[in-house]
């Protein structure tokens, strides 16, 4: 049986570090808990304009991404299957 807490619990180790996906440096933020995802934010000049609660753009943030991490039966996932390469803690 798959436990879920421990494929959780291992993915969030990751958070605060920073990972290449499809050519682009991202840092992991957040894992989420029922796919599971695992949410970047770029780490370079892409950003997008955000805006407030009436609808007006005033500021640009960096970009978010959410990908969904592919689970096995036997409960063995695979970051590398959704072309993530984990770069550590530190982009360097």
């Known amino acids: ?3 879920k807490a421990d494929i959780i619990n291992t993915l969030r180790q990751h958070i605060g570090c920073y990972a290449r996906h ?3 440096v991202y840092e992991i933020i957040e ?6 995802a ?3 934010q770029d780490c370079e ?3 997008t304009i955000q805006a407030d609660q009436h609808g007006e753009a005033h500021r640009r943030v960096p970009q978010t991404r959410t ?5 096995n039966d036997d409960g063995k ?6 072309d ?5 803690p530190s982009i360097s």
Request: glycine residues 6%.
């Open 1 to 3: 049986m798959i436990n």
């Open 22 to 24: 499809q050519g682009t």
């Open 31 to 36: 894992v989420l808990e029922d796919a599971p």
């Open 38 to 40: 695992l949410v970047l």
């Open 45 to 47: 000049e892409h950003t």
């Open 67 to 71: 990908i969904n991490i592919p689970v």
């Open 77 to 82: 996932y695979d970051i590398s299957e959704v």
């Open 84 to 88: 993530i390469e984990l770069l550590g």
